[in-house]
């Protein structure tokens, strides 16, 4: 299933790319995202070895181009690939002196008056901060309120307009380099950082759903097919999957004694024993 799947979506992201500037989502094209996504959620008692990539893809490609009915086939490819090296700590949280740091717009201001640091390039620099920024709005929008340190003003709030203002900024200013022309890169950073309040909800659903969080609709449908199966079948297997579908739901159990319930235990007696 894993090749299945990684191929699948190679297939849907070449479809994307020939259409680019149009959405071509058809009811074929949904159905097959839909299948893959479905058939992810599969065999809940297995561990499955899907490329996080191609995962991250397909998720990209439901939620924003499915959805939303984006027309952008580099946006899409953008997205997909921040996810997936999002996946490392150190992408996220560079290291300073050893330890994690975490990155803030100060510490742009800091590389366009010193020079790059941290960096190869101003260009990498904000197109960086503005990754930051539309994960970590996106992904963790839950962040919302806390408390965040910096060095500019001392500890303040992080609400969702310091990641949209640090995000359109950077990703204008990334837009806006020579570096950003030469790696073909400009229309990318430019639409990211117009449309970027768009991509950041985009990626919040993306984390609700399949990072942080389950389609609990797809879930709620898996339980009740694994347990239909089992009613016609009484194979423990759909049993078993049925229970750890419902898990995730967190329904309780009293509520569905046809579901948790456990056989009765019967006792054999020998003939004549009471």
């Known amino acids: 299933m894993a090749g299945v799947i990684e191929s699948s979506v190679r297939d849907l992201k070449k479809t994307i790319f020939a259409n680019d500037g149009a959405n071509v989502a058809t ?83 800091d590389e366009m008056q010193q020079g790059p640091r941290r960096f190869q390039n101003l260009f990498e620099a904000y197109r960086r901060y503005a990754d930051n920024s539309l994960f970590l709005g996106g992904v963790f929008s839950r962040s919302f309120g806390r408390r965040r340190r910096g060095r500019m ?28 022309a030469l790696t073909q890169q400009r229309p990318t950073l430019l639409k990211l950082s117009q449309y970027f309040e768009l991509y950041m909800d985009a990626l919040n659903e993306v984390s609700e759903r399949y990072i942080l969080g389950f389609d609990l609709n797809l879930i709620a449908d ?10 016609r079948t009484r194979e423990e297997k759909y049993l078993e ?33 009471g």
Do not use: W
């Open 153 to 180: 003003g001392g500890s303040r709030f992080v609400d969702r307009s310091y990641y949209v203002s640090t995000g359109k900024t950077c990703y204008r200013m990334a837009a806006e380099h020579d570096l950003a």
């Open 241 to 273: 999957n049925a229970r750890r579908y419902a898990a995730i739901l967190r329904l309780d159990e009293t509520r569905f004694p046809s579901l948790f319930s456990r056989r009765r235990a019967y006792v054999i007696r020998r003939p004549g024993e």
């Open 222 to 231: 898996k339980m009740l097919d694994n347990f239909n199966l089992y009613r």
């Open 27 to 109: 009811p074929a094209f949904r159905s097959t995202v839909d299948d893959l996504i479905s058939a992810f959620y599969d065999d809940i008692g297995t561990i499955s070895a899907v490329p996080i990539q191609s995962l991250f893809d397909l998720f990209t490609i439901k939620v924003l181009y499915v959805e939303r009915a984006s027309r952008d086939a580099s946006v899409i490819d953008y997205l997909g690939g921040m996810l997936g090296r999002y996946l490392y700590t150190r992408e996220l949280f560079p290291l300073r002196e050893g330890r994690p740091h975490a990155l803030y717009f100060s510490d742009v201001l």
